[in-house]
């Protein structure tokens, strides 16, 4: 990665002065949520949202189950959050298990519910640890399901990046091929699987832009509160875990607030080096949990604005 003049500013900056010292707050973030199961996870997702509404995100996600397994709730997660606040919401869709008509009809859906934002992915297989298969009749992958949102709606689309390689690709030059696929299909950006080395990011992004691929590239960061958790989510995406991580947490099982003290530490200083390399946007996997995001944001300089400000942006 070649540094600017600024940028090597704020890199020392970020070395010389405290990590959050009078951050600015001149960054773009985003919340991902997943679609609840009961009524009392549907009371924890909206008061996350509520909480994080007033940060003014770029825009807000809902994940999509393997198999279409979340379907009617995503879409009810995604059309309230259209109708009830001020944050643009953007469904996640996969090509798993459904032929295209299937996916055509969900797209066409969403975009009735005057949703434009879609996070396109080829999805995992519904049987974790069986290799992938696509539908006979369906989409092939993430690439050729974001050449169908576009033929069908002008949909702003996202699309899935892969720091540390997806588990299914053969080489990290084979990743970024089928990334740049996915973005010469008419995607807009690529969120990153989540990473815990912001030289992982960097290089990635370096490779990325060395294969002519132009679109933002954004990363997504997890906090991390359970490291048992992440590392059975990191096994499926090809996320390190790194060893001082666990050593960070041990003896903290029965200690919650301290883990969260801890967690928000670990991301908010990710966070802080990646601005120091000049990233600007930042997308974060909430667990529909709000307050290690937010209290990240604030780290980073991010501050509320009324919600009728919002609203009115």
Avoid at 14 to 29: I, N, Q, S, T
Avoid at 256 to 270: C, F, G, Q, Y
Wanted: proline share 7%.
């Amino acid at each position: 990665m070649t540094l600017s003049i600024s940028q090597l500013q704020e890199a020392r900056r970020a070395l010389d002065a405290p990590l959050f010292a009078d951050m600015p707050g001149d960054m773009a973030v985003s919340f991902e949520f997943f679609p609840p199961k009961t009524d009392r996870m549907d009371a924890g997702l909206w008061e996350a949202i509520r909480t994080l509404e007033p940060l003014a995100p770029e825009f807000v996600s809902v994940t999509y189950g393997a198999g279409g397994s979340t379907r009617e709730r995503t879409h009810a997660t995604v059309a309230r959050i259209s109708r009830e606040t001020a944050m643009p919401a953007a469904a996640h869709l996969t090509c798993v298990e459904a032929s295209k008509a299937e996916v055509d009809q969900v797209a066409n859906e969403y975009w009735a519910a005057g949703v434009r934002h879609i996070v396109a992915l080829r999805g995992d297989p519904p049987v974790p640890g069986s290799p992938y298969q696509a539908h006979p009749g369906g989409y092939q992958n993430a690439a050729d399901l974001v050449a169908g949102l576009r033929r069908l709606h002008p949909f702003e689309v996202s699309v899935a990046a892969y720091p540390e390689s997806h588990p299914d690709s053969r080489t990290q030059d084979a990743d970024i091929e089928n990334l740049k696929r996915k973005i010469d299909a008419g995607a807009n950006r690529a969120i990153t699987q989540f990473f815990f080395s912001p030289e992982a990011y960097f290089r990635f992004r370096d490779r990325a832009a060395a294969a002519g691929i132009t679109a933002e590239i954004v990363p997504g960061i997890l906090p991390v509160s359970n490291v048992a958790q992440t590392r059975k989510f990191a096994g499926m995406c090809g996320a390190a875990i790194p060893g001082w991580m666990d050593r960070l947490f041990e003896g903290l099982d029965d200690r919650p607030t301290a883990r969260s003290l801890v967690a928000a530490t670990i991301a908010a200083e990710l966070c802080r080096r990646l601005y120091a390399g000049g990233v600007r946007n930042f997308h974060f996997y909430t667990l529909n949990r709000a307050e290690l995001a937010y209290a990240i944001c604030h780290m980073l300089g991010v501050r509320p604005r009324a919600v009728e400000q919002v609203a009115a942006a």
